[in-house]
């Protein structure tokens, strides 16, 4: 059973333009959620997260919104860069005496010039 | 500021060889992680350790063992390999405190069991 799913594998988006990365949970535990950038041959690295307790976290050009009772997180990244280009993961978490964290399946972003 | 290595980025197998996986941080985290990672299947957590000196299972630990040496390091071993671990393999660790914490991860050891 998969709590944390990202239906689309792949994105293509000109340059400048708005991408826009979804995720949906099953699990009502969760309490936060992170959204990681990998690119080839390197390891996850962090980029933004949201509380459980907010529906929106603005950090530059990257944006995460959160609807609860959707079970719906997005990441909106305004303007789009090539730069940008790499596979997104959304992961969620909540204290069970630690902090595990179940990670979606991922989604490749093109960000075309 | 090295943060999390992983040695070795790359290793071949053959099916029933042993292998240990390393994994060391320089961040003082409490906490440590391994995951696997396999096209269409995101990752998946092996093992992790809340603290030095515990060790619990994650999604997928069958086939394999950690071993949580002492805060800075966190290894992972294959027994006795089979092609179904073929993966990338990352270590990731992650500070004390609230959940706002993110983890950060090394660059991966990318594992070939013929």
Not at chain 2, 37 to 46: E, F, K, N, S, T
Request: aromatic share 12%.
């Amino acid at each position: 059973d998969q709590q944390v799913k990202q239906n689309s594998p792949s994105l293509s988006v000109q340059e400048g333009r708005i991408s826009i990365l979804n995720c949906d949970y099953t699990n009502s535990m969760f309490d936060y959620f992170l959204w990681y950038k990998k690119y080839p041959a390197e390891g996850p690295t962090f980029l933004i997260s949201i509380s459980s307790i907010k529906d929106k976290n603005e950090d530059g050009r990257f944006t995460v919104f959160l609807n609860k009772s959707a079970k719906h997180l997005s990441l909106h990244i305004v303007p789009s860069q090539p730069g940008d280009s790499a596979v997104y993961f959304c992961a969620a978490t909540h204290f069970s005496g630690t902090y595990k964290y179940i990670f979606g399946t991922g989604t490749r972003l093109k960000v075309l010039a | 500021n090295a943060g999390v290595t992983q040695t070795p980025k790359f290793q071949v197998l053959k099916t029933g060889q042993s292998m240990t996986l390393q994994c060391a941080q320089d961040m003082n985290h409490n906490s440590m992680y391994w995951y696997r990672q396999d096209p269409g299947m995101g990752l998946r957590l092996i093992y992790y350790s809340a603290s030095e000196g515990t060790t619990d299972k994650g999604e997928v630990p069958n086939g394999y063992n950690v071993s949580r040496l002492n805060k800075r390091e966190f290894s992972l071993r294959l027994e006795s390999a089979a092609p179904s671990q073929t993966s990338v393999y990352f270590c990731a660790s992650r500070g004390t405190g609230s959940s706002n914490q993110p983890q950060h991860f090394g660059d991966g050891t990318r594992l070939s069991i013929l």
